[in-house]
């Protein structure tokens, strides 16, 4: 089929493959940057690590002007910078963390036309001066990143992006591009309102992230299990731990280390220039696990973030998708890792019982912590299962721990009897573990003290053991069956829907339990391969040198490694084994500049290996 491309489309092509040294497109990148280009308003929905930046870095150099992004993310203006000027790209930033001097400089450079691109940080570029300054600047368009900042649910908000409709009124011609990750509905309908970006093209990109592979254990020892989890198939490998509460992330940080892997704390709990220089040193060296609460991680750029663990359950799916999503971003294959029991369903139930939001607020949270339970305890793909949530079907994938060794599920009726009656006998008093010894015929010594051994069912699921039990009691709760009563010693209760079970009414079906497995070593098998050429053992060797001569390089440029070259490249590199600059312009990721600066010393170093 002919294709009739415009000069633009050329040009835009021609700018990814000599700048940026990619060979085509991504999904909807081409049609996006067209759009911008041509002075269009667009709003982007895409995946992390689907290629945002590129939709705005295109129309920025295109256009005439200085491309003005907007991103709440001081702390990493400085790394987009300086991947910008490997590119040979001309950017600064203006924010609170520059000098007067450096930024009097910077301006200077905008209204002179000297810059492609400047990050500007939001309530920087709300002030009169800022204003003032781009009405003097040739602009080429506005890039809001993060766009679900303005969203006042989500749990990004930030009030100074309600204010960038200003943007629209004081610069009507220039066109705005609004970017994030966020996938629902009601923070897509916010954006567009408060941003006025009702006439802007939507781009929905699908959501699926194919390289990573999603695995949810049983929780029997968190901690062990993650240590066992990073060491078969992890070890050597950048990684984020998610733990709920700040106490937790300092204890597992400290034990990783005992252990030998070096992990690092980030909460918000932390005075800022440590957390700070932990972030630094996660994103500059290789290796690093960041164990972290959720505080930690938007806008993490970094490409090779190789697995992220959850040892607590995340609050929805939206937040497990947020969070699992900053693994893999280089598109090679990643893990997303998470243990979790009976306590984490009692525990997540408690807090939204117990905060101090109303009563709609607390449906709505409720509402979607039984969305990532369900999530959880399904029977079906795991990928099918998110996407659908995100509204968007598929097949099963091949790629998560429910396809790669299918769960059974059995009737679970006559168990779930028992565990209801139980719970009456007790007369709705107990906790969880109580209630599994008086099934089991464990005779402790509050259970002679409350002559519960006297009971029609003591023991009469005592060919099952208390991990069993606890699965099947943690479904139930999950599925509504069982109440938990936090006010009343956690106290398990019946609810109107285990009436129906007792009474045989209705039967349910429960996921078979699986003893938590030891991990088996299996680093970087996966069943399906995700670019990482596979590499042979005298290839393997030339990448070892190409990461090292990458550590020396940026270092003396005093960056980030991943921002000389991705893994991905350096791989290619390794199995190419370019002989000239010929050979090499034509590796993914190697454009002109990286060429121009690295090429010469790259070709020499594996002429030693010929
Ligand atoms: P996002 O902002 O959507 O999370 P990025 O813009 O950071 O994603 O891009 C993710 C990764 O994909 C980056 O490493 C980027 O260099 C790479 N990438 C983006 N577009 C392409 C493309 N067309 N071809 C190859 N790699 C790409
Ligand atoms: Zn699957």
């Given at each position: 089929m002919l294709q009739i491309t415009t000069p633009e489309q050329d040009q835009a092509l021609h700018l990814l493959q000599t700048v940026f040294g990619y060979p085509a497109f991504r999904s909807q990148q081409g049609q996006i940057v067209d759009h911008v280009v041509k002075g269009g308003d667009a709003l982007v929905l895409m995946p992390t690590g689907g290629g945002k930046s590129l939709c705005y870095q295109i129309p920025a150099l295109?256009?005439?002007?200085?491309?003005?992004?907007?991103?709440?993310?001081?702390?990493?203006?400085?790394?987009?910078?300086?991947?910008?000027?490997?590119?040979?790209?001309?950017?600064?930033?203006?924010?609170?963390?520059?000098?007067?001097?450096?930024?009097?400089?910077?301006?200077?450079?905008?209204?002179?036309?000297e810059l492609d691109m400047v990050y500007i940080a939001p309530e920087r570029l709300m002030t009169q001066r800022c204003l003032e300054l781009l009405s003097v600047t040739p602009l080429a368009l506005f890039a809001i990143d993060?766009?679900?900042?303005?969203?006042?649910?989500?749990?990004?908000?930030?009030?100074?992006?309600?204010?960038?409709s200003v943007l629209h009124e004081r610069f009507p011609d220039v066109p705005r591009i609004a970017l994030t990750a966020t996938a629902d509905q009601q923070t897509r309908d916010e954006i567009i309102h408060r941003l006025q970006l009702e006439n802007a093209?939507?781009?929905?990109?699908?959501?699926?992230?194919?390289?990573?592979?999603?695995?949810?254990?049983?929780?029997?020892?968190?901690?062990?299990?993650?240590?066992?989890?990073?060491?078969?198939?992890?070890?050597?490998?950048?990684?984020?731990?998610?733990?709920?509460s700040r106490?937790?992330?300092?204890?597992?940080?400290e034990f990783l280390n005992e252990n030998g892997i070096t992990a690092l704390p980030y909460h918000a709990g932390m005075e800022q220039s440590e957390r700070y220089r932990n972030q630094a040193r996660f994103l500059r060296e290789d290796g690093i696990v960041m164990t972290a609460?959720?505080?930690?991680?938007?806008?993490?750029?970094?490409?090779?973030?190789?697995?992220?663990?959850?040892?607590?359950?995340?609050?929805?799916?939206?937040?497990?998708?947020?969070?699992?999503?900053r693994a893999g971003r280089d598109g090679a294959s990643a893990n997303a890792w998470m243990a979790y029991g009976l306590q984490d369903v009692v525990q997540q139930r408690r807090m939204i019982d117990e905060s101090e939001a109303n009563e709609t607020f607390k449906r709505v949270q409720g509402v979607k912590l039984d969305a990532m339970l369900g999530l959880c305890e399904t029977l079906n793909c795991r990928r099918v299962h998110i996407l659908d949530?995100?509204?968007?079907?598929?097949?099963?994938?091949?790629?998560?721990?429910?396809?790669?060794?299918?769960?059974?599920?059995?009737?679970?009726?006559?168990?779930?009897?028992?565990?209801?009656?139980?719970?009456?006998?007790?007369?709705?008093?107990?906790?969880?573990?109580?209630?599994?010894?008086?099934?089991?015929?464990?005779?402790?010594?509050?259970?002679?003290?409350?002559?519960?051994?006297?009971?029609?069912?003591?023991?009469?699921?005592?060919?099952?053991?208390?991990?069993?039990?606890?699965?099947?009691?943690?479904?139930?709760?999950?599925?509504?069956?069982?109440?938990?009563?936090?006010?009343?010693?956690?106290s398990l209760k019946l609810t109107e829907d285990s009436r129906?079970?007792?009474?045989?009414?209705?039967?349910?079906?429960?996921?078979?339990?699986?003893k938590a497995e030891k991990a088996v070593k299996h680093k970087r098998q996966s069943a399906k391969d995700f670019s990482e050429a596979n590499l042979s053992d005298s290839e393997q060797v030339i990448f070892e040198r190409l990461r090292w001569w990458r550590v020396e390089t940026a270092k003396a440029h005093n960056t980030a490694a991943f921002i000389i070259f991705h893994d991905t490249t350096l791989r290619e590199i390794a199995k190419a084994k370019p002989r000239s600059l010929d050979d090499l312009r034509g590796v993914t990721g190697v454009g002109a500049k990286k060429l121009e600066s690295y090429g010469e010393e790259l070709v020499k170093l594996i002429a030693e290996f010929l």
């Open positions: 295109i256009r005439h002007g200085v491309g003005v992004v907007v991103s709440p993310l001081i702390a990493l203006m400085q790394d987009q910078v300086d991947a910008l000027a490997e590119v040979g790209v001309r950017a600064a930033f203006l924010n609170s963390t520059q000098s007067f001097d450096e930024a009097m400089r910077i301006e200077r450079m905008m209204r002179e036309g993060e766009a679900h900042c303005v969203s006042q649910w989500g749990h990004d908000f930030r009030p100074e992006y309600i204010k960038l093209m939507q781009f929905v990109s699908s959501f699926d992230r194919p390289n990573i592979r999603y695995q949810i254990v049983e929780k029997a020892n968190g901690r062990k299990q993650l240590l066992d989890f990073i060491n078969a198939q992890h070890s050597g490998d950048a990684g984020i731990v998610y733990c709920l106490k937790k992330v300092e204890e597992t940080a609460t959720i505080a930690f991680g938007m806008g993490i750029d970094k490409p090779d973030v190789r697995f992220v663990a959850h040892l607590d359950l995340p609050k929805s799916i939206e937040g497990y998708y947020q969070e699992t999503g949530y995100f509204g968007q079907s598929s097949q099963p994938c091949d790629n998560c721990d429910t396809c790669l060794s299918p769960p059974s599920s059995f009737d679970g009726t006559v168990a779930a009897q028992k565990i209801l009656s139980t719970i009456y006998r007790v007369d709705q008093r107990f906790a969880a573990g109580h209630v599994i010894d008086v099934i089991r015929g464990i005779d402790t010594e509050r259970v002679k003290q409350w002559r519960h051994d006297q009971l029609s069912t003591y023991g009469i699921g005592s060919d099952k053991s208390e991990a069993e039990w606890r699965a099947m009691l943690r479904q139930m709760i999950a599925l509504g069956l069982v109440s938990v009563d936090y006010e009343n010693y956690s129906a079970v007792l009474r045989g009414e209705t039967s349910i079906q429960l996921r078979q339990y699986k």
